[in-house]
């Protein structure tokens, strides 16, 4: 018999009797909010603060974990990334020759969202992308669409931003390189990605129109870009 008890911050935990473990067993998978991929290398750390103790671990290139040999109590858990916003859970009960499976463990990106500020000072090591995202059917502005920039070898640079409510948006000071964009809003929407943006210092790159389409009527996406890249006035 499973017992289920549903957090606050939207984590699923499974009581299943039996575990192999003769302490008790943590498990979990995590994933990223907006595209279902697995999380890898994320830390999770179980601990009481009253008494000073924990456990660690890390997700592995699937997202799983596994903590094992765990004293019975009532813990906290923390799960964290670089790239992510924290997950905080209270309360979870570990019990002897029991497993508590967190499901549904899904991590926001943390991006750094920056004003649409035109008088904005940029370093002479810094360029900054600017753009809008509207739905391609109807071309009303998307606000809070992601923005996320890549390396050329495609690792995340842990550089972004969301859209505002007229659906424009600006990454200031972007370090000098070449990026990957990738522009997602919902699962219902396709994303969007560009190579081989040029980022040079004290430059704009303008992506001028980011037309994304709904999955359920179109496919295929389309950008329009002027003047790639040109001077700061």
Request: aromatic content about 8%; charged content about 25%.
């Amino acid at each position: 018999m499973k017992n289920v008890l549903i957090l606050p911050i939207g984590l699923s935990i499974v009581l299943t009797l039996g575990s192999p473990s003769p302490a008790g067993e943590l498990l979990g998978q995590v994933t990223d909010l907006l595209t279902g991929s697995a999380v890898a290398g994320a830390k999770v750390h179980l601990f009481k603060k009253q008494k000073g103790t924990d456990y660690r671990a890390a997700t592995d290139y699937e997202g799983k974990f596994s903590i094992r040999n765990i004293d019975e109590g009532s813990y906290d858990v923390v799960i964290y990334h670089p790239n992510y916003l924290k997950k905080h859970a209270k309360g979870v009960e570990i019990k002897l020759n029991q497993a508590t499976v967190l499901n549904h463990v899904q991590l926001t990106m943390e991006l750094a969202q920056s004003p649409l500020v035109e008088q904005q000072e940029l370093s002479s090591r810094y360029g900054r992308i600017t753009g809008q995202v509207l739905d391609k059917k109807g071309n009303a502005p998307l606000a809070d669409a992601i923005v996320r920039l890549y390396s050329s070898d495609g690792k995340s640079a842990n550089i972004g931003a969301r859209t505002k409510e007229d659906g424009k948006f600006v990454i200031l000071t972007v370090p000098e390189g070449i990026y990957k964009v990738e522009i997602s809003y919902s699962p219902t929407y396709h994303r969007l990605r560009l190579k081989d943006v040029k980022v040079e210092p004290n430059r704009d790159f303008m992506i001028d129109i980011v037309k994304l389409p709904e999955k359920l009527f179109e496919e295929g996406d389309t950008v329009y870009v002027q003047d790639p890249c040109f001077p700061r006035k």
